[in-house]
């Protein structure tokens, strides 16, 4: 070791000397630091390779179901004006976030971006799933795979369509049978003279297909262009041949008895599909609806439609600029034997979004209702009269495809993080375990060196990562993080205080 080195260990060895505080005076606690806009967030000292984004909380929550909020940060990132430096690039991700908009995980994209976050069943554990890949923009679509987490983020399953297709990013279904519902795009060439295009045109077919995610063998499928004409969509055709003819464009699929419900954007449609045969049981809205629209509910260029145990069904609706003008969660009673569909409900947000793209609108219990207002950049959750409850955005240029409230208990299995600073008369450490959800506290451990570390404070968590400020010098630090009794779920490698 070099004369360099040795001085160096001295020194911390002798600022380690100073006499401990009692821990119950020792130190102070602090979250992440909120701006006078309300804005959370900070470059992390403890994780400096996560760069989650910013969140703004515009209406605090209040009355909200439990639960965290999954969101999938997508988009080139701008410096923050808030901030009084330019931080980090954001990393494109999946993110489970409080509701003081404080991340609890944040998982990087390892290849492209990532969407569509949620909870769901598998094998009877719950499971984090998501979409990674690459987008194709224009039209918007994805490239890609399903990734499935445990409750330790471990991968423990990778579903792709069959048959040489890639799975896009709009829609992944686990179901109780241990199969996935999923969606493909397949590029074929189709005369579009009869719908004003033209001959040999290039059509983006979709495929829905349901896979075994245990085998990876394809159970069904169906393509668009066998039920679907091309005259059902409200999609312009291109007069290039060579560009894409988005037309129907599905983003969202329902197991429904013994059919599914897909939504069809480019349609204003959700079809109900025979699992037998693929044939369409019904339209419901779009140009060939088999259904009369009641007063306001009709709805345009939609998503995430699902049907309810009360037989309503719930969609977003992206609305059209020149039509309703603003977009919406919206619930139909949809009466098959009368042949009807009625409004139920229709929650816009506070600023009268106007989504041009994705969205989502999850049901809750208690009558609550949750929103990722896709294409603009905002996440609401609703009381059962359609009261704001809770309301948010990206503070920065980001968005997510869809936003949901789901309960998940994580236990990450790697080790607390931690960092330490000198400052003037306090030692600041700096904790976080990234994706432990059942932290409630943290015990800082400070000492001489690696080996002779003592416990000088106990503190609440704060936000992903706790400040710490402990009273005097210390060369060495270490955390412990304590769930509500008490216990000790973890402790992090001792460190150098520099």
């Not at 990734?147 to 686990?174: C, K, S």
């Not at 968005?399 to 949901?404: E, K």
Request: hydrophobic content about 40%.
């Amino acid at each position: 070791m070099s004369a360099n080195k040795l001085d160096r260990r001295s020194v911390l060895r002798m600022l380690a000397a100073a006499p401990l505080v009692p821990a119950a005076l020792s130190g102070t606690a602090q979250a992440a630091p909120r701006s006078s806009a309300g804005v959370l967030g900070a470059d992390l000292v403890s994780r400096p390779d996560l760069h989650p984004p910013l969140m703004e909380i515009i209406t605090p929550a209040a009355g909200t179901e439990p639960g965290h909020v999954l969101l999938t940060p997508t988009g080139a990132s701008t410096m923050d004006v808030n901030a009084p430096a330019p931080r980090a690039p954001i990393q494109p991700g999946s993110m489970l976030m409080d509701d003081t908009g404080q991340a609890v995980w944040f998982g990087p994209a390892t290849e492209g971006v990532n969407f569509d976050l949620k909870v769901q069943q598998y094998q009877g554990k719950p499971v984090l799933t998501f979409w990674e890949g690459k987008v194709v923009v224009p039209p918007g679509f994805g490239h890609g795979k399903f990734v499935l987490l445990d409750e330790t983020y471990t991968r423990i399953a990778e579903v792709a369509p069959v048959n040489g297709l890639t799975g896009d990013l709009h829609e992944f279904i686990i179901t109780p049978q241990g199969t996935a519902l999923l969606i493909a795009y397949r590029e074929v060439r189709v005369d579009t003279t009869p719908v004003g295009g033209q001959p040999n045109s290039k059509v983006l077919e979709n495929v829905v297909q349901e896979i075994d995610i245990a085998s990876g063998e394809l159970v069904f499928e169906w393509n668009s262009l066998e039920h679907v004409g091309l005259d059902e969509s409200f999609y312009p055709v291109p007069k290039d041949p060579e560009a894409f003819h988005d037309y129907i464009h599905l983003n969202a699929i329902c197991e429904d008895g013994d059919a599914l419900l897909i939504s069809a954007r480019c349609t204003h449609a959700v079809y109900r599909i025979d699992r037998r045969n693929g044939d369409v049981k019904w339209r419901l809205c779009g140009r060939k609806s088999d259904f009369t629209m009641g007063d306001d509910a009709a709805f345009a260029w939609q998503h995430d439609v699902r049907r309810h145990a009360d037989g309503s069904i719930s969609l977003f609706d992206n609305a059209d600029a020149a039509g309703r003008g603003k977009s919406r969660g919206m619930t139909l009673n949809v009466d098959e034997s009368a042949k009807t569909a009625t409004l139920l409900r229709s929650a816009e947000s506070p600023e009268g979004l106007l989504a041009p793209n994705q969205g989502n609108a999850q049901m809750l219990p208690n009558g609550h209702m949750f929103v990722g207002w896709g294409g603009k950049p905002y996440f609401s959750e609703f009381g059962p009269n359609n009261e704001v409850l809770f309301h948010g955005r990206f503070a920065e240029s980001m968005g997510s495809y869809r936003a949901y409230r789901a309960q998940w208990v994580g236990k990450p299995t790697d080790a607390p993080a931690v960092a330490g600073k000198p400052g003037d008369g306090v030692t600041s450490v700096y904790a976080s375990w990234n994706g432990a959800t059942e932290v409630t506290g943290w015990r800082v451990l400070a000492g001489p060196d690696e080996q002779d570390l003592t416990p000088v404070l106990d503190a609440p968590k704060a936000g992903f990562e706790t400040k710490i400020d402990v009273q005097g010098p210390h060369a060495f630090a270490a955390v412990e993080a304590l769930d509500a009794s008490g216990a000790v779920l973890g402790r992090s490698a001792a460190v150098a205080v520099a």
